[in-house]
């Protein structure tokens, strides 16, 4: 099974298990005088439950082998003409938050909006500011453009390796 099979099939079983909580929670009790929606009810959310409880396992087994998977498969994405090698997980890290922290980083060096012009000095004279950036503004804005696009090459590379790439099961 593929990585991206796996995924899937987990994202079903998380929707199958809420729709068999629905339905426990629907029928788990009814009045004296009502017709129970089911011929036993009490067989049937005994069964839903015990389905839930098998779903969720195979999840915990799907999800294992995914991180397995993760951990010990390397990929390399060429980032700004050099080729980056990383397991998975890192990649998966990498795109999550720490391109974006990264990013977010250089983004922080501002000129906080100051303005340059002319103070009044205790003495009635004036003198004249300037802004002075302790940062190399062509650096930082390449830096931007380099972090943002990688989450984009992270994106693509991930997309094929998820396609192509076999779980490792226990």
């Known amino acids: 099974m593929k990585i991206i099979e796996a995924m899937k099939k987990v994202k079903a079983n998380r929707e ?19 017709t129970p929606a089911y011929e036993n009810p009490k067989r049937k959310i ?22 397995r998977t993760n951990l010990a498969t390397s990929v390399t994405i060429e980032l700004e003409g050099k080729k980056v090698t990383k397991t998975i997980a890192e990649w998966i890290w990498r795109r999550r938050e720490f391109a974006a922290i990264d990013a977010t980083t250089f983004q ?6 100051l303005r340059p012009g002319h103070i009044d000095t205790s003495t009635g004279g004036k003198f004249e500011v300037h802004v002075v950036r302790n940062y ?15 989450q984009h090459e992270i994106d693509a590379a991930l997309e094929v390796v998820n396609a192509v790439t076999d779980i490792i099961s226990a």
């Open 16 to 34: 199958k298990i809420a729709d068999l909580q629905r339905k426990i929670r629907d029928n788990s009790a009814h009045l004296s005088h009502e």
């Open 46 to 67: 005994a069964d839903w439950a015990q389905s839930c409880r098998d779903l969720t396992q195979e999840c915990i087994t799907l999800l294992t082998a995914i991180s």
């Open 108 to 113: 922080a060096m501002t000129d906080r909006n």
């Open 136 to 150: 190399d503004i062509e650096f930082r804005d390449a830096c931007i453009a380099e972090f943002t696009a990688e």
